[in-house]
Nanobody, 125 residues
Framework: QVQLLESGGGSVQAGGSLRLSCAASGYTGDYCVGWFRQAPGKEREGVASISSGGRTTYADSVKGRFTISKDNAKNTLYLQMNSLKPEDTAMYYC????????????????????WGQGTQVTVSS
């Protein structure tokens, strides 16, 4: 059974940085993985995704500020978040997609079937 465990959330002031981690276990293969977030009263949205071949895609709202990466040897996914803004405040989730694929990546939650429990990020002004 696939398990995803996020860590690294916290509270920071605007302009600060955080790095989220997601440790994955219980799977074989090389799947697209991604980060999503959900703010109170809002729908969950895709933030960043990385294919098995390392290709990335980002939401427009985080381009140039967030970087997704992974360490295959450690089965760990990362999200480096710089220049944080109050509007980045949300619960952040990592997720694993339904399909393998060297170039496949997606910000659509429908493409993902395994989710972590989330880590809270709060950015104060």
């Amino acid at each position: 059974q696939v398990q995803l465990l996020e860590s690294g959330g916290g509270s920071v002031q605007a302009g600060g940085s955080l790095r989220l981690s997601c440790a994955a276990s219980g799977y074989t293969g090389d799947y697209c993985v991604g980060w999503f977030r959900q703010a109170p009263g809002k729908e969950r949205e895709g933030v960043a995704s990385i294919s098995s071949g390392g290709r990335t895609t980002y939401a427009d709202s985080v381009k140039g500020r967030f970087t997704i990466s992974k360490d295959n040897a450690k089965n760990t996914l990362y999200l480096q978040m710089n220049s944080l803004k109050p509007e980045d405040t949300a619960m952040y989730y990592c997720a694993m997609a339904r399909w393998e694929g060297y170039v496949f990546r997606s910000l659509d939650e429908k493409d993902y079937n395994c989710w972590g429990q989330g880590t809270q990020v709060t950015v104060s002004s």
